[in-house]
């Protein structure tokens, strides 16, 4: 088990390497190894250092910040659906981002749509733990999440709704497909610091995570404190989540699908699928980010639509394989 799980880390690890190669390479305007040098005249070097490192790092960054979310929420409440969005978190950041929008304040900084992505993950996470409770379960967590989905949700479709005009609508909806497109070294900075605090809280949490495999009450007779555990899951997340959705926009399913994918290859311990699930939506997102520059079309395709066009067929086949065990 050790061998292979040192394989998995080098497998993925390699795999990362050729991407973000790639990545800077790929693109509408493919730029050779020969333009890899910032000594030299060839414009194609700025789109490389102003363009394509900034858009690799945010989509190593985000990936990471959303598998890993996806593993630790999986192994709390030992659900294989749980996914970042589960918690209310990622709505509640689309919702704050949508109100700039909505009321224009966009105008005003490049820094307030961010902001108030972050701000919404942040009130989110309150609204999360108020709604729970200091003494819940996990099906009351996880409803809270959902009650927290339904109202981000409703008040997104408001705003929709009522738009002052038609350019309004339009920058919402961009918004919220996600995509990397046109990010600078501003949202690195940005994002960032954020998400290495999140995904660091929730590597923390491993112990916790395989603890609870033997349920509530055999964690607390291990000694693991459930609200501490609950506090920390809901900041990572919070943090990592909020972060990457206020540089991105929504990008879905990459909490779902990448832990599902290296879990045999890690067995039964959640605590073990955190590391690689970190690495392994890194790779995703990458990987779909380099598609989405290179396909054929007038306009790059966002990159939230090609992660919902993969991320919906494994919802289904994981929904149709976990209802013929039920059954």
């Known amino acids: 088990m050790i061998l292979r799980r040192i394989a998995l880390y080098v497998g993925l690890l390699v795999l990362l ?3 973000v190669a790639l990545s800077l390479i790929a693109g509408r305007v493919w730029v050779p190894l020969s333009a890899w040098d910032f000594a030299s005249s060839d414009p194609r070097w700025a789109i490389i250092a102003d363009l394509r490192v900034p858009r690799t790092i945010l989509g190593i960054l985000i990936g990471a910040a959303l598998g890993l979310s996806g593993a630790a929420l999986q192994g709390y409440t030992r659900n294989p659906l749980a996914d970042p969005g589960v918690l209310g978190v990622s709505a509640m ?6 109100l700039t929008l909505y009321y224009g304040a966009t105008l005003a900084s490049i820094w307030v749509l961010p902001g108030a992505a972050m701000l919404g ?3 989110g996470v309150a609204l999360l733990l108020l709604l729970s409770g200091s ?5 009351t967590f996880v409803l809270a999440g959902a009650i927290l989905n339904i109202v981000a949700s409703a008040g997104i479709s408001l705003a929709l709704s009522l738009a002052p005009s038609p350019w309004a609508v339009g920058e919402i909806v961009d918004w919220l497909m ?3 497109q046109d990010r600078s070294v501003d949202e690195v900075r940005l994002a960032a610091p954020f998400i290495l605090a999140g995904a660091a809280l929730l590597l923390t949490t491993g112990r916790a995570l395989d ?4 349920g509530e009450a ?3 007779s291990l000694g693991i404190s459930l609200r501490r555990t609950r506090w920390t899951l809901a900041l990572g997340v919070g943090l990592a989540t909020g972060a990457a959705v206020a540089v991105s926009g929504v990008i879905g399913f990459v909490g779902l699908v990448v832990p599902h994918v290296l879990r045999p290859l890690v067995g039964a311990r959640p605590g073990a699928l955190l590391a690689p699930s970190a690495l392994g939506g890194a790779v995703l997102v990458l990987a779909a980010d380099i598609l989405v520059r290179v396909t054929p079309a007038a306009g790059e395709v966002k990159l939230g639509v090609a992660m919902a066009a993969l991320g ?12 013929r065990r039920i059954a």
Request: charged share 10%; hydrophobic share 65%; glycine share 10%.
């Open 211 to 214: 603890a609870l495999t033997l």
């Open 218 to 220: 055999g964690a607390r």
């Open 178 to 180: 996600g995509s990397l």
């Open 312 to 323: 919906g067929p494994f919802f289904l086949a994981l929904l149709l394989t976990l209802r």
């Open 135 to 139: 003494r819940s379960s996990l099906v």
């Open 121 to 123: 993950a942040l009130i």
């Open 93 to 98: 950041a689309a919702l704050g981002a949508v």
């Open 17 to 19: 390497a050729v991407l």
